[in-house]
């Protein structure tokens, strides 16, 4: 065997054990999870400030009406 085919063979062999090590799995699927969360959060706070920015100026709009 010449020198550059050990050498593939070992870079396989290196990146199956890598590939057996589930040590950086978990830290994906955390960082997907709070990615997750965050577009979650977005969505609905991006929803709820434009319900919220509504309905304050409606009630803006119902003070000012009052007579008196």
């Known amino acids: 065997m010449t020198y550059v ?6 870079q396989i062999a290196r990146l199956a054990r ?3 090590d589930e040590r ?3 830290m994906v ?4 999870l ?3 969360i965050a577009a979650v959060c977005i969505t609905v706070l991006g929803t709820l400030g ?3 920015s509504g309905l304050f100026g409606h009630v803006a709009n119902n003070v000012s009406n009052v007579p008196g």
């Open 5 to 10: 085919t050990q050498y593939f063979f070992q």
């Open 29 to 32: 699927e955390y960082a997907l």
């Open 24 to 26: 950086g799995a978990a």
């Open 34 to 36: 709070i990615a997750l």
């Open 50 to 52: 434009t319900n919220v």
């Open 18 to 20: 890598r590939a057996d």
